[in-house]
């Protein structure tokens, strides 16, 4: 096994502000869907772990605990299925994001999509499509510059 830590290889703000500040906007429509908060950040944590992208994890983990998503409840996202601490709507959500992160290996099939509608509206599928869609583009940016998670004790 290789060793997997490194030292980051740029600063996007520094070297690109312009894609920086592109995603950062695209970013702020997220609160113009009508989805909670909380939801939002479990979503890009589950993502930014199917990523691996140890940067957004660590800063949408601080953020879910700000939004109030408990500390048992982050634990168990990985393993949301067998975890009974998820509602329904939160389970396709997760199911959604997952399925939109690994695009390649089936899409969104319409039994999903069904489910997910049954829960949201269709502005809230646009919202949590579009969730999904700035979280993977910031997790391939972050893991692409080598960015490195702070890691550092903030009071929340």
Same mark, same amino acid.
């Given at each position: =096994? ?5 030292? %980051?290889?740029m600063s996007?703000?520094d070297?690109? %502000?312009?894609?920086?500040?592109? =995603?950062?906007?695209?970013g +702020?429509t ?14 890009k ?5 199917? /990523?691996?992208?140890a940067?957004?994890?660590? =800063? ?27 509602h ?5 959500a ?5 399925a939109?992160?690994?695009?390649g290996?089936?899409?969104v099939?319409?039994?999903l ?8 509206t269709?502005r ?6 579009t969730?999904?869609?700035v979280?993977n583009?910031? /997790?391939?940016?972050m893991?692409?510059?080598?960015a490195? %998670?702070? =890691? +550092?004790?903030r009071?929340?």
């Amino acid at each position: =096994m290789t060793d997997q830590t490194h030292t %980051p290889r740029m600063s996007l703000p520094d070297v690109a %502000p312009e894609v920086y500040a592109t =995603m950062r906007a695209f970013g +702020k429509t997220l609160d113009e869907f009508e989805l909670d908060a909380g939801l939002r950040e479990l979503l890009k944590v589950r993502a930014s772990q199917i /990523n691996g992208c140890a940067f957004c994890l660590d =800063m949408h983990v601080r953020e879910a605990r700000r939004h109030g998503v408990t500390d048992d409840r982050l634990h168990l996202i990985a393993v949301w299925r067998e975890a009974p601490c998820f509602h329904e709507a939160e389970r396709v959500a997760l199911e959604l994001t997952e399925a939109v992160t690994r695009i390649g290996e089936g899409g969104v099939p319409d039994i999903l999509y069904e489910r997910v509608r049954a829960q949201f509206t269709e502005r809230q599928y646009v919202g949590l499509l579009t969730t999904i869609t700035v979280i993977n583009s910031w /997790n391939r940016l972050m893991v692409g510059v080598g960015a490195i %998670p702070t =890691m +550092k004790e903030r009071a929340d």
